[in-house]
């Protein structure tokens, strides 16, 4: 018999549910216990899951109900101390994005995490569709060329936070689907953005990270627009994807089309770039819940004592870019330099130990701090 993964889920606001329902659903976890302020929502959970606990205390979730893991979906304020909490009570860690508040918060979750040898991992949801699965399949084998340039647009009406921005809020799905193709961290950041509604916290914001040899990526991020757009354009040398994540099927759009300059010319009359049109191929992707995917991961992890794809190195990493963007906002848009990877080479986007979600990559074919406040869900 499979050994069950005993969990806990904190945060039953916006997300939690969702994790709590798939977590619930997977043979080798036991969901034990879901935590919440407010009985409202735990009243209401408790009619769909009856056999899983539900309670308000925390520290009564890290130290009464014999958890292998904890599931942190609260509010960004709280992923710090909770995480920190849950690492020291031996528990292995999810947290929902942004990872933390800050860098340096980061930074501490991940030492002690790698102290007491326990997994801590990140919601970056979208690294475990099967659409962006694909994507990568296709930048490593070499379909597109040499990626020259991303553009992402992720907007709505809505949902508006209270303790972060809308860069904070939605780009951070982009960023690490950005870093993933790219397989580097970007060397500076732009942002500039307008606070419309709430004084202070940005709705709308336009992020650029600067990438080596002149490669660039956009975000545009938004909670002040009429239509749902989950939209990137990926620009190769040789061909180009739009992946459209709303789409029911056909996510991915692959076009054979590309620009190509003259190497060589006696005058400007005989100068003309080449523009090729090609076909546009939409290959089958396999439907799966992402979030699924994820959270099975996440146990393959604690079971395996391996790292996962969207481990606490690659959090901190966005949380840095995030940080970044905040400092270029403050200062009209000016652009931010990010530290580089340490000398000894080991970044986080380069893991040699990491097992990817989904299985392996396919050949190409031919203490707990005491949480009164009210907590509000991510």
């Known amino acids: 018999m499979t050994k069950q993964i005993k969990v806990g889920v904190v945060g039953c606001g916006y997300w939690g549910p969702n994790l709590i329902r798939n977590f619930r659903a ?26 899983v606990e539900a309670s308000t205390d925390f520290n009564h979730m890290l130290n009464g109900c014999g958890l292998d893991a904890v599931v942190i979906a609260t509010a960004v304020r709280f992923h710090y101390t909770m995480a920190k909490a ?10 929902e994005k942004p990872m933390a508040a800050s860098a340096k918060e980061c930074e501490e979750l991940v030492e002690i995490a790698q102290q007491k040898g326990l997994v801590l991992m990140i919601g970056h949801t979208f690294l475990y569709s099967p659409a962006v699965r694909k994507i990568k399949e296709l930048v490593e084998w070499g379909d597109l060329g040499e990626i020259r340039y991303i553009c992402a647009r992720r907007l709505n009406l809505g949902l508006y936070q209270k303790d972060i921005n809308v860069a904070w809020d939605l780009a951070p799905h982009d960023i690490s689907i950005i870093l993933h193709i790219m397989e580097e961290n970007p060397v500076s950041v732009n942002c500039r953005g307008s606070a419309h509604i709430t004084p ?10 600067n990438f080596s040899n002149d490669r660039t990526a956009m975000i545009h991020s938004s909670w002040l627009d009429p239509r749902k757009t989950r939209e990137m354009t990926i620009v190769g040398s040789k061909r180009m994807i739009v992946y459209d994540d709303i789409a029911a099927i056909e996510k991915i759009k692959i076009y054979d089309a590309r620009v190509e300059r003259p190497p060589h010319y006696d005058t400007f009359g005989d100068f003309h770039y080449s523009y090729h049109y090609g076909d546009m191929h939409v290959p089958y992707i396999r439907q799966e819940e992402p979030l699924r995917s994820e959270c099975q991961h996440f146990l393959d992890c604690v079971k395996e004592g391996i790292s996962p794809l969207t481990d606490g190195k690659r959090g901190l990493e966005l949380v840095r870019i995030l940080e970044a963007s905040s400092q270029s906002l403050k200062q009209g848009g000016s652009p931010i330099a990010l530290v580089s990877p340490s000398a000894n080479g080991d970044t986080a986007l380069r893991r040699k130990n990491t097992v990817p979600a989904g299985g392996t990559k396919p050949a190409k074919p031919a203490p707990a701090a005491d949480h009164r406040e009210n907590v509000v869900r991510a």
Request: proline share 4%; aromatic share 6%.
């Open 86 to 95: 849950a690492l020291l009570a031996g528990k292995h860690t999810f947290i």
């Open 200 to 209: 202070g916290i940005e709705d709308v914001t336009s992020m650029w990270l």
């Open 26 to 51: 997977l043979p080798d976890c036991s969901l034990k216990v879901m935590c919440d302020l407010n009985q409202d929502r735990l009243k209401h959970l408790r009619t769909l899951y009856p056999e």
